[in-house]
């Protein structure tokens, strides 16, 4: 499976933004998907994950209420809706795959990684 991260950028404190990860492969719908977080100087972080039908998700506390996970199986992609965005929301965010059917938040459990796409809060 071949990630790629799409949709950062930067918006103001407050804003919204979507990220998307499009996976190749035929194996994605089998798969729960994670996205994680980097800011610099800081270790990866677990930021949401979805199982492979989507029935289940999970969230880091920072972001719970703020912060959707969401799939499209036929179009292969993992969406991360971010409203309400904060300055420590600043980092690089990594969308994973993993064959782990639950939890989703230890990122030793992740096979797949894409590369990684920027998101800036600031005014």
């Known amino acids: 499976v071949q990630l790629q991260a799409s949709g950062g950028g930067l918006v103001q404190p407050g804003g919204s933004l979507r990220v998307s990860c499009a996976a190749s492969g035929r194996t994605f719908s089998s798969l729960s998907m994670g996205w994680f977080r980097q800011a610099p100087g800081k270790e990866r972080e677990f930021v949401a994950g979805?199982?492979?039908?989507?029935?289940?998700?999970y969230y880091a506390d920072s972001v719970k209420g703020r912060f959707t996970i969401s799939r499209d199986n036929a179009e292969n992609t993992v969406y991360l809706q971010m409203n309400s965005l904060k300055p420590e929301d600043t980092a690089v965010y990594y969308c994973?795959?993993?064959?782990?059917?639950?939890?989703?938040?230890?990122?030793?459990?992740?096979?797949?990684w894409g590369q990684g796409t920027q998101v800036t809060v600031s005014s």
């Open positions: 979805i199982s492979w039908l989507g029935g289940n998700t």
């Open positions: 994973a795959a993993t064959p782990v059917v639950a939890g989703l938040k230890n990122r030793h459990e992740y096979y797949y």
